[in-house]
């Protein structure tokens, strides 16, 4: 894992974000890069805008964290879906809905999951 994150973890980050970031903004970001691969940050150019800017417009942060989750499911809730994945879409895993909304949390709160 260590030898991923210096090589493609790095990589999919230098690549894209153009400031310095909050160890845990990185590490919600390596999060998210794991499972989509080094040109994921590439394939989001609102979240990428929305992390370059330093934004901290929590809601358009969750909005586009998660590719896969519609807008209209986040702008329902003003609460966070949990990390069991409770409240997600039913066209959503329950996983990939709580691992997204795990790495928004990291990258918004620095509020690392229990969850292992």
Not at 52 to 71: K, M, Q, V
Request: overall charge negative.
């Amino acid at each position: 894992m260590l030898e991923w994150i210096e090589e493609d973890g790095y990589r999919g980050i230098e690549d894209f974000v153009e400031r310095p970031l909050l160890q845990h903004e990185f590490d919600a970001l390596i999060a998210l890069i794991y499972n989509g691969g080094p040109r994921t940050l590439g394939g989001m150019p609102t979240l990428l805008r929305l992390i370059n800017e330093g934004s901290t417009d929590a809601l358009a942060i969750r909005e586009d964290w998660d590719f896969d989750i519609p807008d209209a499911a986040w702008a329902a809730s003003d609460s966070w879906i949990s990390s069991d994945g409770a409240g997600c879409p039913n066209t959503t895993s329950r996983g990939q809905c709580g691992r997204r909304s795990a790495e928004a949390l990291m990258f918004l709160e620095g509020i690392y999951s229990e969850k292992r």
